[in-house]
């Protein structure tokens, strides 16, 4: 606290006589937010101290001071605080003190002197010094403007107090006190607890009730009677736990001292020798463990997860044959078969604390949170399908167990449940107008994949806001499979059931009436799922007349003069019109377009996809009038502007302004706008100091949080002041950043003000709540739910150019500096100052805002700090030294031997019991494996042992048989063999070296447009592979063999680009994890009967998960030349863009026939490079018409240009200039459409 040289001059202080500014009835002006900067300097307000109006012009005050070191000691303060003159104030305590406080020309003050320390500025001294109780103007107008003043000045420095006005002490008031506001204080809790009447307190400084904001680190009068008592400072909050006392000085006899430093060696002694036998008990046991691991691996590791009743080989095997069946038994137990007792413990044996809803339980287990679903009878189909299915907007399935006749179902568990309870039942909830069109198009993509790209095709039938789970990020899942069936993938095929289930609302016309089952019918599904999004309501409460069609809802919108009146009717009233009219709209007419009564009228779920998509990349402004201005985003000219810095004004909410992107809102949307993974510090403070509170609070997934924390015990109270890390999902909502929270207001005595920065610590601010509220400040009451942006943002192109992966949204607290924090987070002062568009490198922070801090890697919970750390313990008295050097040795190397001997002991003992249990369960489990098949319902082991997906061991001889001894007529191309197995034609892919990677890759994933892989087999050490057969071999015979009369089509070669580009984008961004084919060629796609492409070959295959440093990298670049990008040329960066260059080579040979690499005039020459060198200069489209391949349709100049421009941005030679697949994907749409849309457009004009 105060030190002996600054305590004496509190006492001591100067009056100065100027005329007074107001009369003596008349209350003190509350000081507002200006104090705390020193830019705004305006001598009309209280800036420079409370006003001369007081009955007299000097009386004792009091001042609150928060104690810290080194100001946390007191002399003459010891009697009012109720403490000895030698005591410490535990850190941050507040400490009354007493001054004489005089009028010095026209304002109150106490003077005190102060010595300049190194780095002191008039901001600092006014605002950490003194914390408040001097402002940075008052200094200023003691000593003038002066920026550089050298260590050891002394200054006088004017303390803010103030003497009571005559009103005032005619009421009874004798003392006025100038209170320190903290952040989470209110003026009816100051009042509280110095039992003040709040209306007094009000009245002193000059506030209304309406209105009483309060901002930190400024000072309000509080109207005393009596002298205020240290019971009142007493904090309501517990604080940290003060350091133990210092241990007792020892006692002076030697002899004592001696024996107590004896058994203190011995243990040490002790513990050393525990410690060392423990490090090499472990290696040893370490490497025995792997040895024996793979000594006793058994090729019935395959089936022992599905209690397949296989006998196991009794062949050995060498060390690759042994990898190959480890690799295979990985994928045999990708389905997990828990037993019930497992599942009894996740769920604390399903009690209903677990319970979420129906018979789905929320569980743990391995640490993860998992959904257990009991199904009741047979679920054979819907494990098949999810198990043979892999798709990021379809739930995953993770496991299953069959006990008591029931079958139970392990999935992946969705933080944020159903979609239902955030459109219907509400409960405070809410999503935003980008949040649920993501959602829109996330349940559009999962049913686009089950219609067109599994094999076979299928459809979901039960879609509805129930069965979408919405997980951490607020992504969509679909989920609830158990009336999912095979669909006919002929378009306009339907199939018949008599058997009519679903949910009323969802089920379409057709279904209903005549049983007919097709995907159209997901469609008008998908379109009910819509207009409940849109509208907030359940599809029974849409329809007003009994016999009505639920599009005829959106007639009055899309068909009547009074169109925007009725689109605010339909709309949800909890979006409070925050959305763009235009875009609606065009939403509404989607959805009129899916629920048509005809089923061959509805758009096909690709299109669909591709419309909801397309809304994706509109942002819009709402500007005061609520009218709409679109913007469309330009994905090729990504923003490169940093963050505009947030000052000081955050705090007030007088700012209303919204022309532009203002920081008293939110970050703007500047970064790439789709939702990235962001981190903010919160502060722990009661109620507010567990993972439970805080991720409530904020609506971060609290097991994120306590990973990312680090911390084990979620339920703990974190120390006070403590940073915590808190993860959440960023977007762009119109223009700005966001990460939306919702926060239900306890007590009548919240403001806007209070809520952004006293409950949420300035991670929100006054204006962006009034803004998304629609709430005045008198109508903020008890229980009211309020919408709550937190500032947060994702990273620019140029910062993820430069490595940076997140920004850490950074609560600034007193004292911080940019090269601190900078220090702290391993960071350059440099990309901090660009992040904030700072001017200079160690710029002036405001507590209470917020500043971005560029991360390579995610935050650690070892880069935060706890704010007021606990006081240093007292010093530990001296002892005298002894000389005992060389019997302390002794001691201690007997107490390693006595440490040794102990665990070699137990370790003896601990292995006699270990080899004699283990030829107890041996024999057990001899006896057991019987009985346990025996228990085992056959139905169970039929339906999981018979898994489509299960991937298939052929016997050697099998496909000896199936080629016919290999025979030379059947070889397809260098060691691929056509075989017929069971009546089947397939294709058999003989390898010698690993095909581990090749085969746990194509057993996760199942798409249409890669190839499917039916089985394995391994025969002296050569492997074979077991494929579907492609009929029409691969695309580059099809290219350059020229006789092919069918590939002459335009539409042939497009719908293979498409096929092409589906399949890399399900790789790329649809499997967990993502992944990097690397090997992309015309002559790893391959043809069936229908000339439908599919990618092969993925013995290159690498994951697309970025490591922390980054992409990864090879030494050694693998590959087909002519296809492989420049970066991994030269430097063997392995990145999904290398898939897009070399699919960007492919489309040129599909546009020119050429060959990726050819001879010219004996050179080798690279398609790619001739095409670059061709365009340089302009005119690409002109040039490279020549190009176009002669055999081509001359007519489809249209699909030529787009398809050659898409060509050049594939193939650019920067990897962060291509467009991801997504884009290309929804490109090639695009240019579908539109050639769609043409013909029909000459059609009608014929």
Not at 283 to 292: D, K, L, V
Not at 356 to 372: C, E, P, Q
Not at 408 to 423: C, D, M
Not at 471 to 492: C, S, V
Request: aromatic fraction near 10%.
């Amino acid at each position: 606290m105060f030190n002996m040289g600054f305590l004496p001059c509190i006492s001591v202080f100067t009056l100065f006589t100027l005329s007074f500014i107001s009369s003596i009835q008349s209350q003190q002006p509350y000081i507002g937010r200006a104090t705390t900067a020193c830019s705004s300097f305006d001598t009309t307000n209280s800036a420079l101290g409370y006003s001369c109006n007081g009955l007299n012009r000097s009386c004792l005050a009091f001042l609150i001071f928060r104690s810290k070191p080194p100001f946390n000691t007191p002399s003459e303060l010891s009697k009012i605080n109720s403490v000895s003159e030698t005591a410490t104030f535990e850190t941050n305590q507040m400490v009354i003190v007493p001054v004489n406080c005089s009028c010095s020309g026209k304002h109150y003050q106490a003077n005190t002197t102060y010595f300049v320390q190194n780095g002191d500025t008039y901001f600092l001294i006014a605002n950490n010094t003194f914390q408040g109780l001097s402002t940075c103007q008052a200094l200023q107008d003691e000593h003038g403007n002066v920026s550089n003043f050298g260590v050891g000045t002394r200054l006088l420095a004017p303390l803010r107090c103030a003497c009571p006005t005559k009103n005032q002490t005619d009421s009874g008031v004798h003392y006025l006190l100038s209170y320190l506001v903290e952040g989470d204080n209110t003026v009816y809790g100051i009042s509280k607890r110095f039992g003040v009447d709040t209306d007094r307190t009000l009245e002193a400084n000059g506030l209304s009730e309406g209105a009483p904001n309060i901002y930190p680190f400024t000072t309000l009068l509080v109207p005393l009677e009596n002298p205020p008592s240290s019971s009142q400072t007493t904090e309501q909050r517990p604080l940290l736990p003060s350091s133990p006392p210092p241990p007792p000085p020892p006692p002076n006899s030697s002899s004592n001292k001696g024996a107590k430093k004896t058994w203190i060696y011995v243990v040490i002694g002790v513990l050393a020798g525990i410690a060392l036998t423990l490090i090499f008990g472990m290696i040893i046991f370490y490497m025995f463990f792997r040895i024996s691991y793979k000594k006793e691996f058994d090729s019935t590791i395959v089936s022992s997860s599905f209690e397949a009743c296989e006998k196991a080989s009794n062949k050995k095997l060498d060390e690759e044959s042994r990898d190959f069946l480890e690799s295979i038994s990985d994928i045999a137990q990708s389905l997990k078969v828990y037993t019930f007792e497992e599942l009894q413990a996740a769920t604390d044996d399903f009690n209903p604390s677990c319970w979420i809803k129906g018979s789905v339980y929320r569980g743990k287990i391995g640490g993860d949170f998992v959904a257990i679903k009991k199904v009741h009878g047979d679920a054979s189909d819907q494990i098949k399908l999810l198990n043979k299915i892999n798709h990021s907007s379809l739930i995953r399935l993770l496991g299953i167990c069959f006990n008591g006749g029931n079958w139970y179902l392990v999935y992946e568990y969705a933080v944020n449940g159903s979609l239902n309870v955030w459109i219907n039942d509400k409960g405070g909830k809410f999503l935003d107008w980008a949040q649920r069109i993501q959602i829109a198009l996330d349940v559009a993509t999962g049913l686009n994949y089950l219609h067109s790209f599994t094999n076979p095709p299928h459809v979901h039938k039960d879609i509805k806001c129930s069965n979408v789970l919405l997980d951490t990020d607020f992504r969509a899942k679909i989920a609830n499979f158990a009336l999912a069936r095979p669909a006919e993938r002929q378009e306009g095929e339907f199939a018949l059931t008599s058997h009519i289930v679903g949910t009323k609302g969802y089920m379409a016309p057709e279904y209903l009436e005549n049983g007919l089952v097709s995907t159209k019918l997901d469609v008008y599904a998908f379109g009910v799922l819509m207009l409940e999004m849109l509208s907030g309501k359940e599809a029974p409460a849409l329809y007003s007349e009994e016999n009505m069609l639920l599009v005829d809802v959106l007639n009055p919108v899309l068909h009547k003069e009074d169109g925007e009146e009725s689109l605010r009717h339909l709309m949800d009233p909890s979006m409070q019109g925050n959305y763009p009219p235009v875009t609606a709209i065009l939403v509404i007419r989607l959805i009129e377009s899916c629920l048509k009564k005809d089923p061959s009228g509805r758009p096909a779920m690709d299109k669909i996809a591709h419309l909801v998509d397309s809304l994706i990349g509109l942002v819009y402004t709402l500007t005061d009038s609520q009218d709409a201005i679109f913007l469309q985003l330009k994905k090729a000219n990504p923003s490169f502007h940093q963050k505009k810095k947030v000052g000081n004004s955050v705090m007030d909410c007088n700012d209303d302004d919204e022309n532009g992107p203002s920081p008293a809102f939110l970050y703007t949307c500047n970064g790439n706008n789709r939702p990235c993974q962001g981190f903010l510090i919160f502060k722990s403070q009661p109620p507010y100091d567990t993972v439970s509170s805080i991720s409530n609070l904020t609506s971060s997934d609290p097991t994120e949080l306590a990973r990312v924390n680090n911390i084990s015990n979620s339920a703990a109270a974190l120390p006070l002041d403590k940073e915590v890390i808190v993860p959440v999902s960023c977007y762009c909502s119109g223009l700005y950043y966001q990460a939306n929270t919702s926060f239900i207001i306890p007590t009548i005595y919240h403001t806007y003000f209070s809520i952004a920065n006293n409950t949420y610590q300035g991670l929100s601010t006054c204006n962006i709540l009034k803004h998304e509220n629609n709430y005045s400040e008198t109508s903020l009451d008890q229980g009211l739910t309020l919408r709550v942006p937190l500032r947060c943002a994702c990273p620019t192109s140029n910062q993820i150019v430069n490595g940076t992966k997140f920004l850490l949204t950074y609560l600034v607290s007193w004292g911080d500096s940019v090269p601190d924090i900078s220090k702290r987070f391993n960071v350059s002062i440099e990309s901090i100052v660009n992040a904030n568009g700072f001017t200079e490198d160690d710029p002036l922070l405001f507590p209470f805002t917020t500043i971005l801090i560029p991360l390579t890697t995610e935050p650690l919970s070892s880069q935060t700090i706890i704010h007021y750390p606990p006081p240093p313990s007292s010093p530990i008295v001296p002892t005298r030294k002894y000389n005992q050097t060389s019997s302390r040795g002794i001691y201690l190397w007997v107490g390693i031997g006595i440490g040794i001997s102990l665990l070699v002991i137990c370790f003896v003992l601990s292995i006699v019991l270990f080899h004699h249990k283990r030829r107890r369960d041996e024999a057990a489990r001899k006896d057991g494996k019987r009985e346990k098949k025996r228990n085992l319902p056959e139905d169970f082991l039929v339906s999981v042992s018979n898994l489509d997906r299960g991937l298939k061991f052929y016997k050697y001889e099998d496909l000896v048989v199936a080629t016919e001894n290999f025979s030379p007529k059947n070889m397809i191309d260098g060691s691929v063999f056509r075989g017929i197995i069971n009546g089947s034609t397939v294709a058999i892919k003989c390898m010698r070296r690993s095909i581990s990677k090749e085969v746990n890759l194509l057993k996760k994933i199942n798409h249409f447009n890669l190839i499917n892989l039916f089985g394995a087999c391994e025969h002296d050490g050569v492997f074979y592979l077991v494929y579907e057969f492609m009929e029409n071999g691969s695309l580059s015979d099809w290219l350059h063999k020229k006789r092919y009369p069918e590939f002459v089509s335009w539409n042939c070669r497009f719908r293979i680009a498409l096929d092409v580009a589906h399949g890399l984008h399900y790789l790329h961004n649809c499997t967990d994890p993502g992944y990097v084919h690397k090997d992309i060629s015309s002559g790893n796609i391959l043809l069936d009967k229908n000339l439908r492409a599919k990618l092969a070959n993925f013995s290159f295959v690498r994951s697309a998960v970025r490591e922390e440093s980054g992409y990864s990298s090879t030494k050694t670049a693998v590959g087909t030349n002519g296809y492989m990008a420049p970066e991994y040329m030269e430097y063997g960066l392995v990145t999904p863009e290398m898939d897009t260059y070399a699919f960007g080579v492919v489309l040129l040979e599909l546009i020119t026939g050429k060959e990726a690499a050819y001879k010219q005039d004996g050179e080798e020459i690279l398609l790619a490079e001739a095409v670059f060198s061709m365009v340089e200069g302009g005119n690409a489209e002109a040039k490279l018409s020549v190009l176009v391949d002669p055999n081509l349709q001359a007519n489809k100049k249209e699909i030529a240009h787009h398809l050659i421009m898409l060509c050049l941005a594939c193939i650019a030679r920067e990897p962060e200039s291509r467009p991801s697949m997504a884009e290309v994907v929804s490109t090639l749409m695009k240019i579908q459409l539109d050639v769609q849309r043409s013909q029909t457009l000459l059609l009608e004009r014929i």
